[in-house]
C-alpha cells in the first residue's frame, strides 16, 4: 500500500495508529491541542487548510466523530477523497443520515446502521466498521482482584435513567463498584466488568474491558455483535434489564476463577487480534486505496447540488439545537455569547449551502449566472 498524507480531524484516536502504518498524518483538533492550532470552532476546511505547513497538502482528509454538531465547513468541495469515522451512527442518525452526503467513504460503527448512511451508492463506498481498544492504554496488568463486579462510565440519572436505574437494582442484589473516568486500574481489580449498552450499540467499553483482560458481563445487542463475539467463550451475555440474570452470572464467574479466566484470555485474544486502532487503520486505508477514489471524488463534486440541498437541513437542525442552548443559559453570560456565536454561525453557513444550492441549481438549467 502506498503512503499516503491524511488529515485528521476532530478526535485524534487513530493517529498513532496510521502512523505506525507508515502513513503522514496531521492532526486538527477541536480541544486545540492537534498539530494545527485554530482559533475557534466551528471552522472552514479552507482555514484549516491554510495553516497546513508549506508544501504539505493531504492525500485524505478523514473526520472522526465526535458526536458534536459538524465542527468543519465545506468538506463537500475538496477535490480530493474525504472520508468519515461515524461513532454514535444510532443516537444522531435524524442528521447524521443527510451530514454522510458529504463524505465519498463513510465508515459506520453500528452496522445495523449501515443502509441509513449509504446517500448515494454510486459514488461512495460506506463500510461497517466496529469500534476498537488502543492497546497502548488498554493494557491488561496482574493486580490483585478486589472487586467481584465493576462498572465504569457515566450514571446520570437525568441523561441515561435506564441505567441509573440498573446499577441500583443490582448494586442492591451483590457488591457492585461503580466509578467514572479512568478504567484501565479498574478493570484490572475486577474480577467481572459490567457494561450496559445505552441505545442497542456495540459500544467502547466493549472492547476497552477485553483488552484489559477481565471478564466482560455485558447486555446482548445487536450491530453486528454476534459476528464479533461468542458468548460464554470470548465474554458472557445477560438479556436486557434482566437483573436476576446479571446477578447470578456476576457472583458466578466471581467464585469460579478458572471459568472466568479462560473466557477472558480468550475475549483478549480476539481484540488482540482483531480489534486495535492498527487494524482499523489498516482497513480504512486499504479500503480507501483499492476504491476508486478519483471516480467517487468528481462524482460527488458533479452532485454537490444534492449535497446542498441536504447541507441544508443538517446546518439548519444544528443552528436549532443551539438556539435552544442559548435560552437555557440566560443566566450565565458566557455561555449564553457562546451559544448565540454558534446558532449565528451555523445560519451562516445554512445560508451559504443555500446561495450554492440556488447557483448549482440554476447553471443545470442553463440560465446565465
Not at 465526535?66 to 477535490?79: D, I, W
Not at 467502547?204 to 460464554?232: K, M, W
Not at 478458572?258 to 487494524?279: C, D, F, N, P, W
Not at 449535497?307 to 443559559?329: K, N, W
Request: aromatic share 12%; proline share 3%.
Amino acid at each position: 500500500m502506498r503512503t499516503m498524507k491524511i488529515l485528521l480531524l476532530g478526535f485524534p484516536v487513530l493517529k498513532k495508529a496510521f502512523l505506525q502504518c507508515g502513513h503522514e498524518v496531521l492532526t486538527c483538533t477541536t480541544d486545540q491541542c492537534g498539530d494545527i492550532w485554530i482559533e475557534a470552532f466551528p471552522v472552514s476546511i479552507d482555514r484549516v487548510l491554510q495553516s497546513l505547513p508549506r508544501g504539505w497538502s493531504p492525500d485524505l482528509v478523514f473526520l472522526m466523530d465526535e458526536s458534536t454538531e459538524p465542527m468543519f465547513f465545506g468538506l463537500e468541495r475538496l477535490a480530493i477523497p474525504t472520508a468519515w469515522y461515524t461513532i454514535d451512527a444510532h443516537l444522531h442518525l435524524h442528521w447524521h443520515k443527510a451530514y454522510a452526503a458529504v463524505f465519498d467513504f463513510v465508515f459506520v460503527a453500528q452496522k445495523d446502521y449501515v443502509l441509513d448512511y449509504t446517500c448515494d451508492p454510486s459514488r461512495q463506498a460506506v463500510t461497517w466498521l466496529p469500534l476498537f481498544s488502543d492497546l497502548e492504554r488498554d493494557c491488561h496488568c496482574v493486580l490483585p482482584k478486589i472487586y467481584d463486579l465493576s462498572f465504569v462510565g457515566v450514571i446520570n440519572s437525568t441523561w441515561k435513567p435506564e441505567r441509573s436505574r440498573l446499577l441500583e437494582a443490582v448494586g442492591a442484589r451483590t457488591p457492585l463498584y461503580t466509578t467514572t473516568g479512568e478504567y484501565v486500574s479498574v478493570f484490572n481489580r475486577s474480577k467481572v466488568v459490567l457494561n450496559e449498552c445505552a441505545a442497542n450499540d456495540v459500544n467502547f467499553r466493549i472492547f476497552e474491558a477485553l483488552a484489559c483482560g477481565s471478564l466482560l458481563l455485558t447486555e446482548h445487542v445487536g450491530n453486528g455483535f454476534d459476528e464479533l463475539f461468542q458468548d460464554r467463550k470470548h465474554l458472557v451475555m445477560y438479556d436486557r434489564s434482566n437483573i436476576n440474570q446479571i446477578v447470578e452470572l456476576a457472583q458466578y464467574y466471581a467464585h469460579h476463577k478458572q471459568e472466568r479466566e479462560a473466557i477472558a484470555y480468550a475475549g483478549r485474544e480476539v481484540v488482540l487480534k482483531s480489534h486495535s486502532t492498527v487494524h482499523r487503520a489498516q482497513t480504512i486505508t486499504e479500503i480507501i486505496q483499492t476504491s476508486n477514489s478519483h471516480k467517487f471524488v468528481s462524482s460527488r463534486q458533479a452532485k454537490l447540488s444534492e449535497v446542498y440541498e441536504l447541507l441544508t437541513y443538517v446546518y439548519e437542525h444544528a443552528a436549532g439545537i443551539y438556539e435552544v442552548a442559548s435560552q437555557r443559559h440566560q443566566q450565565s453570560a458566557l455561555q449564553f455569547r457562546e451559544c448565540v456565536r454558534m446558532h449565528t454561525m451555523y445560519q451562516d453557513v445554512r445560508r451559504d449551502a443555500l446561495q450554492r444550492l440556488r447557483g448549482h441549481a440554476q447553471y443545470s438549467s442553463g440560465v446565465s449566472l
